[in-house]
Nanobody
Framework: QVQLQESGPGLVKPSQTLSLTCTVS??????????WSWIRQAPGKGLEWMGA???????YYSPSLKSRMSIFRDTSKNTVYLQMNSLKPEDTAVYYC?????????????????WGQGTQVTVSS
């Protein structure tokens, strides 16, 4: 059973860069047809798919966030990372790492079977 664990700073100031870590256990991030996404949920809003990295290291990004974010991995640590710059207060949300095993990634949160518990990120001065 794949397990995901997010970690991050909790509080970030506006204009700064956010760095989040998703540590994966119970499976390899390089296993065929595994897709690893970052998904967030702002207060009072629905789940928003941000982007993904697949088992070969290819990236997929939401067009609205693409210019500010990067998803990368360290296969030796079986870990996926999210980096997002120029943070704004509206980036305040719970950030989730999620995974699916399928022929392609999904831009829908409902397409992911495995989820971490989420990590709260607050953007405030």
């Amino acid at each position: 059973q794949v397990q995901l664990q997010e970690s991050g700073p909790g509080l970030v100031k506006p204009s700064q860069t956010l760095s989040l870590t998703c540590t994966v256990s119970g499976g390899s991030i390089t296993t065929n047809y595994n897709y690893w996404s970052w998904i967030r949920q702002a207060p009072g809003k629905g789940l928003e798919w941000m982007g993904a990295i697949d088992y070969e290291g290819s990236n997929y990004y939401s067009p609205s966030l693409k210019s500010r974010m990067s998803i990368f991995r360290d296969t030796s640590k079986n870990t996926v990372y999210l980096q997002m710059n120029s943070l704004k207060p509206e980036d305040t949300a719970v950030y989730y790492c999620a995974a699916r095993v399928y022929l392609s990634h999904s831009r829908l949160a409902s397409g992911y079977s495995y989820w971490g518990q989420g990590t709260q990120v607050t953007v405030s001065s």
